[in-house]
């Protein structure tokens, strides 16, 4: 079965400052994604990013970036420039590419974005 | 182009009645997804529809039922309810059968009294 663990259950973080969010998992599939998704008080699941696991490149969405490490089973985000609209909630989450139809989610970090 | 609707958004209940909530997925999307939110257990997964076979079920108690229509229109369904089954039902749609880019609904949250 896959795991993900969140470790942080709150961070909060400065306006215009960086950030990072930590997550692990653990699965013994060769073949799989990985995402975060960030939930607004509006409740509403937004992707943030994904990561193929097959990439060895990190993948980037333009103030967000994570770094992905396939041997440790650590998938963080980095949040540059932090911005008000950032406060949420953030779930990192699995999927396997084999059946590609299930997410496994964490626990959630609730990021505050502090003035 | 219109994004996941559910309805209702809210909805109250008494224990032991069944409830009904509804998803429509994006225009052209086959595959919709069911979770339960709540405080204590996160983010769990209930079932997933694909042109209107269930293609997998999580670990919920039979009381928990889907089923998708042929317009992709899928509904779940809650008999007996518990006080515990009071959540955030998310749903999600898909176009490809990897549900890899997923886009959820802004959910039901039912509060069972």
């Known amino acids: 079965a896959q795991t993900v663990t969140q470790s942080q259950p709150e961070m909060s973080v400065q306006e215009a400052e960086t950030v990072t969010l930590s997550c692990t998992y653990d699965t013994s599939e060769s073949n799989y994604y990985l995402f975060w998704y960030k939930q607004p008080p509006s409740r509403q699941m937004i992707l943030v990013i994904r990561?193929?696991?097959?990439?060895?490149q990190n993948a980037t969405e333009n103030r967000f970036s994570v770094n992905f490490q396939k041997a440790a089973k650590s998938f963080s985000l980095k949040i540059s420039d932090s911005q008000l609209g950032d406060t949420a909630m953030y779930f990192c989450?699995?999927?396997?590419?084999?059946?590609?139809?299930?997410?496994?989610f964490g626990t959630g970090t609730s990021l505050t974005v502090i003035p | 182009k219109a994004g996941v609707t559910q309805t209702p958004r809210y909805l109250i209940k008494t224990r032991g009645q069944q409830v009904t909530l509804s998803c429509s997925p994006i225009s052209g999307h086959r595959s919709v997804s069911w979770y339960q939110q709540t405080p204590g257990q996160g983010l769990q997964f209930l079932f997933e529809?694909?042109?209107?076979?269930?293609?997998n079920k999580g670990n919920f108690p039979g009381r928990f039922s889907g089923r998708q229509f042929s317009n992709s229109r899928s509904e779940m369904n809650v008999s007996t309810l518990e006080l515990g089954d009071s959540a955030l039902y998310l749903c999600a749609s898909s176009f490809r059968v990897m549900n890899t880019e997923a886009f959820f609904g802004q959910g039901t949250r039912l509060t069972v009294v």
């Open positions: 989450a699995f999927m396997s590419g084999d059946t590609g139809n299930q997410f496994y």
């Open positions: 529809y694909f042109s209107e076979t269930q293609r």
């Open positions: 990561q193929e696991a097959y990439k060895q």
